[in-house]
């Protein structure tokens, strides 16, 4: 078994969106790559400013259809057809498309260029395959949904699949079932009792992806979220850092459902220019719905990764005072696969009655503000003076009714000595259940660090640009910040090896 990959490609010399064509990769653990030969270029009509995003389903004969946006040679957004020209070839390195493409076009009183990205197909009820395709109406963001049975004629239903005033345009819309009683991966067509569906949608005029809980009703092809409160745009986002245009696709092997996304840059595009790319790929995520919580999903990275683990070192039950920084000796700390757990002082926690209620991580002063109850955790990809560092950490804030909030966060604003680049603070509040220790796990390479709290309720990507916390120079440290709270961190981490990405030798 292997697995094949499609991702955008475009020319470094010009961020212009029409120079995109699909480049492809085949991998047998989703961790190690071979890159493969272009797979479409933008040479039709249908296409000719740009070969965007799309998906693909799997039919129960083993043929593998392809739908993707082309920007036509009129900059009219439309979805095209194509399909591998040899379905036995475990490369699929030959794609051809549909001669009559394209095979939809934007719907009445949609803009040329509101009309993007269709989705994996799942089947109905009555034997057609449905797909959604994001758009928008004036600041209106919504979701398309069309049924076909043979992938070349499409019907638009009549009403949309969902839509919100005021989101602008969805992106990269995603649909799929999740269990709410097994620990596994749904095929996309699942539906029935014990399964919600999640509605995500990147939402253009904030960067940002968001998904919410619903349920769909196969019959009007509509779906309705289970708490309006945290719908779309306002409630859960996928992850709270550099992170945009996710994808999820069905493991059938496994019997999971597998998270892509995109890590943009932070820098300036002049330098992106000079070293000939940019932007990179999240570590691929397993997603599966928090039955505890009932409303979040957990997003972990797959087991494939561990493969790269090599030496590890433990650190038991550190003792973390108020204002202490402590060193974990391990040598270089550019790659790291890092597990941590924290006890907190409980008696501290219930004494204090009011502690920062309003607190918020972007508008903080991130880990250099100092509260009763925060920030403690790491301080990674740092050097050893602390001139350059990025933490992630918890920081609770309660209020006078004595409710304790916890949130998560990374801290951007010292990451690098460079002036051009974007430093921010990202995270949002995690929930953390009765009898639950506070969690984490960081993915720390040279200039990306993956953060997951509490299994995966909540998710931050960072990119940094250290200048001096590199290779031999990175360090690792806990930190706590509080004014009034003793912690206690035990910790587990592993150097990591590099993954094995080249072109494939054919």
């Known amino acids: ?3 094949y990959h499609l991702f955008y490609q475009y ?12 480049a492809h990769a085949v991998s047998r653990d ?14 039709c009509w249908f296409d000719l400013n740009g070969v965007w995003t799309g998906s693909a389903t799997i039919l129960p004969d083993g043929q593998i259809i392809m739908l993707y946006t082309g920007s036509t040679n009129d900059f009219v957004q439309v979805q095209n057809l194509a399909y591998p020209s040899n379905v036995s070839d475990p490369l699929l390195l030959d794609w051809v498309k549909y001669p009559g493409n394209p095979v939809m076009a934007p719907p009445s009183g949609i803009a040329d260029d509101d009309f993007r990205d269709p989705t994996t197909a799942w089947l ?31 019907e638009l239903a009549d009403q949309s699949l969902y839509a919100i005033p005021g989101t602008g345009m969805w992106e990269c819309v995603d649909f799929y079932p999740v269990s709410t009683t097994e620990p596994n991966g749904l095929d996309t067509s699942s539906n029935g009792p014990g399964i ?11 960067a940002h992806d968001y998904y ?4 769909y009703d196969p019959i009007t092809d509509t779906w309705t979220p289970d708490n309006p409160d945290l719908d779309l745009g306002i409630g859960f986002r996928v992850d709270y850092g550099k992170y945009y245009a996710s994808k999820t696709f069905y493991d059938q092997y496994k019997k999971r459902r597998i998270l892509w996304a995109w890590i943009g840059e932070s820098d300036c595009e002049n330098v992106d220019i000079m070293k000939g790319w940019a932007s990179v790929q999240t570590i691929p995520r397993t997603v599966v719905f928090d039955k505890k919580t009932g409303t979040n999903l957990l997003q972990w990275p797959v087991e494939e990764l561990e493969s790269l683990r090599l030496g590890s070192h433990e650190f038991d039950e550190v003792d973390l005072h108020p204002g202490s920084v402590v060193p974990l000796v391990m040598g270089s700390a550019t790659q790291l696969d890092i597990a941590a757990e924290f006890e907190i002082d409980k ?10 209620v309003g607190y918020n991580c972007t508008t903080s002063c991130g880990a250099r503000g100092r509260g009763i109850l925060g920030p403690f955790g790491f301080l990674v990809l740092a050097d050893e003076t602390q001139s350059e560092l990025t933490p992630v950490y918890f920081y609770i804030a309660k209020d006078t009714g004595g409710s304790a909030v916890t949130h998560f966060c990374a801290d951007e604003t010292r990451s690098s000595k460079a002036s051009d680049v974007s430093k921010q603070v990202y995270g949002s509040k995690v929930p953390v259940l009765e009898g639950e220790k506070l969690s984490m796990r960081l993915l720390v390479d040279h200039s990306i660090v993956e953060s997951f709290a509490q299994g995966g309720r909540t998710v931050i990507t960072s990119r ?32 990591m090896d590099s993954a094995d990405i080249h072109p494939f030798p054919l």
Do not use: C
């Open 347 to 356: 008696e501290a926690l219930e004494v204090t009655i009011e502690a920062d």
């Open 196 to 206: 919600k569906h999640v509605l995500k949608a990147s939402l253009q005029d904030y």
């Open 124 to 154: 109905g009820l009555d034997g057609k395959w449905r797909i959604t395709v994001g758009s928008k109406v004036n600041k209106d963001g919504m979701a398309f949904v069309y049924k076909t049975t043979d992938f070349i004629s499409y």
């Open 11 to 22: 020319n470094p010399d010009s961020a212009v969106w029409g120079n995109i064509t699909w």
């Open 212 to 215: 919410v809980l619903g349920t």
């Open 464 to 495: 940094v640009y250290p200048t001096t916390a590199i290779y031999g120079a990175a360090q690792v440290f806990l930190f706590n910040n509080a004014t009034g709270l003793n912690v206690k961190a035990s910790v587990k981490i592993w150097h």
């Open 1 to 3: 078994m292997g697995w």
């Open 30 to 43: 989703l961790i190690h790559w071979l890159y493969l030969p272009l797979a479409m270029v933008r040479d």
